[in-house]
């Protein structure tokens, strides 16, 4: 008997969909809890005793009463391996792939309560439909954007720079973007908007954890707008040019789109963080942007 429930496990009494991008065990403990079921004994069962791992599409499909197909289009890492590995530039950690909550809003139009775990590209920080920061928190906190005009137009500028340059040259610019920001906001430094956006979110006398999400969707919009000067060749060349009047268009943009103080050149002995990257080469190269 127990041979036979192993090779042809009886479908659950409650089916779970599974959401688009879920990883493997938010789906298992999402179909564990509808069944009244432990997430890890459920997942000993498919997987015919491993704990980890993959697990046999086939007796999922059977036990959740999904199709097989629908599984494997849906659940991220069915075969047991995340899509793409964290790996590091210099000392920054770049992740090509984050695992975050789903839109509450969008899983919630699927009939879905719970939340749902999703392997996504780095740059999906937003659910455009709801107006929410989706992008740093997997307990679920996704601040809405109502009230942030600035943050939405960010979003649009990072999917563009992405058709422009390619995810994997953006992904690693905004996260190299994201820790000069984070050393600027440590030293009090070209603040002044993030602060602002802060404000929006909690009133005048916020205090925030840095781990916050709102912290993440407040320093957003300088964020992408940093990324796309480390990423394109065109602004690189005019900062590390000995022309004043190419030093000076690299400072015109950077005060009009990123920090509105913000000096170029620096002196040689500068602390800057964006300084110390141009001028200590820390870039890689890529297709040259003769639109900027």
Not at 9 to 24: A, D, M, N, S
Not at 79 to 98: C, E, K, M, N, S
Not at 155 to 162: C, D, G, K, P, W
Not at 201 to 206: A, E, N, R, S
Request: glycine share 4%; aromatic share 10%; net charge positive.
């Amino acid at each position: 008997m127990t041979a036979v429930l192993e090779f042809a496990p009886r479908t659950l009494p409650r089916q779970v969909r599974p959401f688009p991008g879920e990883i493997l065990s938010s789906y298992l403990e999402r179909l564990a809890h509808a069944n009244r079921l432990d997430s890890q004994a459920l997942r000993r069962y498919i997987a015919e005793g491993k704990q980890s791992g993959n697990v046999p599409a086939h007796r999922l499909a059977a036990l959740s009463g999904a199709q097989i197909v629908a599984l494997e289009r849906a659940i991220a890492n069915l075969d047991g391996f995340p899509l793409a590995r964290t790996y590091y530039y210099r000392t920054i950690a770049i992740h090509p792939q984050v695992s975050a909550a789903a839109c509450q809003m969008c899983a919630a139009m699927r009939g879905i309560t719970q939340q749902v775990i999703c392997w996504k590209p780095a740059e999906r920080v937003i659910c455009l439909r709801h107006r929410r920061w989706t992008g740093s928190d997997k307990n679920g906190v996704q601040p809405s954007l109502d009230r942030q005009p600035d943050i939405l137009r960010a979003h649009t500028q990072h999917l563009r720079l992405i058709r422009r340059f390619g995810r994997d040259e953006v992904t690693m610019g905004f996260q190299i973007a994201a820790e000069i920001c984070r050393q600027w906001h440590e030293q009090r430094e070209h603040d002044e908007e993030f602060s602002r956006r802060l404000s929006i979110f909690h009133g005048p006398d916020w205090r925030l954890s840095p781990s916050d999400p709102t912290v993440a969707a407040a320093a957003y919009p300088e964020v992408v707008g940093l990324a796309r000067f480390l990423i394109s060749p065109y602004w690189h060349s005019l900062a590390v040019a000995y022309s004043p009047q190419d030093c000076s268009l690299f400072q015109q943009e950077m005060r009009r789109t990123v920090a509105a103080t913000y000096r170029w050149p620096q002196p040689s002995f500068s602390k800057d963080p964006l300084h110390r990257w141009i001028i200590g080469g820390n870039r890689r190269s890529v297709a040259y942007d003769v639109t900027e």
